[in-house]
């Protein structure tokens, strides 16, 4: 990206904190300025109060493995997010992408144990096709991963599984914890975070109706 993606991302985060789905300090957002590296928000900061300052910029680190990154600019009191490794996994993955956000909502997390299964059904909703997807009636499914306290653990699980199977909509679910969405610019990547969002919360209140 030719632009600072920060002052969005850090509108994003605003907007997302207002949402619930970036609480405390949960949650995450990175977007590409080349090819090799990213800017990604910092550990432990409030996602309402994010400043310019409060980035770290990442370089992908493909001698030691293809989600990995190192920071780029030094930081005495800077540590990029827990869950850079994720993104970094995403950006290797899948060259088109260009801003990857992570989310903690509580539908998110409540949908996550809808099934056991490493795949969770979606509703074949209208809504899809703001994910790319034009299908009547589409049948589709959102990956999900198990947690692991080491984060690098399932960005290696996400990448190992991507490899050789890309997944029907750019999202992915991780157990109990949240969402990761990716997009190849700021502005989808937006659309497809609230998208998935509605289709989880549709999710919840159906499994109410149903009872």
């Known amino acids: 990206m030719s632009i600072d993606s920060r002052p969005t991302l850090i509108s994003a985060a605003r907007h997302f904190y207002q949402m619930g789905w970036m609480v405390g300090t949960a949650g995450n957002l990175s977007a590409k300025i080349s090819d090799n590296s990213f800017w990604i928000t910092s550990s432990g900061c409030p996602k309402n109060l994010l400043t310019v300052d409060d980035f770290v910029l990442m370089t992908l680190d493909r001698d030691k493995g293809e989600f990995y990154s190192t920071p780029t600019q030094s930081h005495s009191q800077k540590r990029p997010s827990a869950e850079t490794s994720i993104h970094a996994a995403i950006y290797n993955l899948f060259p088109d992408a260009q801003v990857c956000y992570h989310v903690h ?82 502005e989808r990547a937006g659309n ?3 998208i998935v969002e509605y289709i989880f919360r549709y999710m919840v209140i159906r499994s109410k109706v149903k009872g």
């Open 105 to 186: 909502s509580i539908e998110n997390n409540l949908v996550s144990r809808f099934t056991n299964s490493d795949n969770l059904a979606l509703p074949p909703l209208e809504m899809l096709k703001g994910l790319g997807v034009w299908e009547e009636n589409p049948h589709l499914t959102m990956p999900i991963f198990a947690n692991h306290l080491e984060v690098s653990q399932i960005a290696e699980d996400i990448f190992t599984r991507f490899k050789d199977t890309k997944p029907q909509v750019p999202a992915l679910l991780i157990r109990d914890h949240g969402v990761t969405i990716w997009a190849d610019s700021l």
């Open 192 to 194: 497809y975070i609230e």
